[in-house]
């Protein structure tokens, strides 16, 4: 046996990275309105578990319920997996306004792992280092 063949790379196919989280999911269908939970979610889609029929293919209109805020969303549904009484599905998202997606933007960078100084932050400190400036400046020139 060739140690080679032997031996397959996987490599990551995503383009963004998948948060696992359960956000309550609102959609509109048939009729009535539908609860579903995301299972995880990315920049380019997400995975939802749901207690109704889902096909590949379809088109879904819906609300994500994170952080307490309601995010507009539209999708095409990937791939379907049946379980007993549940379906597990995985969507891309199709373009919807700039506003949504500011919002899905915000609420993904809340999930991400690294840390981002929030703006005031920065001018506090850029205030500091500029007062300190002014009064090194200050200090220079009284005793010239």
């Given at each position: ?73 539209k ?8 379980l ?18 500011m ?42």
């Open positions: 046996m060739n140690s080679k063949n032997a031996y397959t790379e996987v490599t990551e196919k995503r383009k963004f990275p998948r948060f696992p989280v359960s956000n309550t999911v609102f959609c509109f269908r048939y009729g009535r309105h539908i609860t579903m939970r995301t299972q995880n979610i990315s920049f380019g889609g997400l995975r939802l578990e749901a207690n109704l029929d889902l096909r590949a293919g379809e088109s879904l209109d819906f609300n994500i319920l994170a952080n307490g805020i309601r995010i507009h969303c999708g095409k549904i990937l791939a379907v997996e049946d007993k009484n549940k379906v597990h599905a995985r969507l891309s998202f199709t373009p919807t306004s700039d506003s949504e997606y919002k899905l933007s915000h609420y993904l960078d809340t999930l991400s792992p690294r840390k981002r100084i929030p703006f005031e932050k920065v001018i506090i400190v850029g205030l500091f280092f500029l007062s300190a400036y002014v009064g090194y400046l200050i200090i220079c020139a009284y005793f010239r």
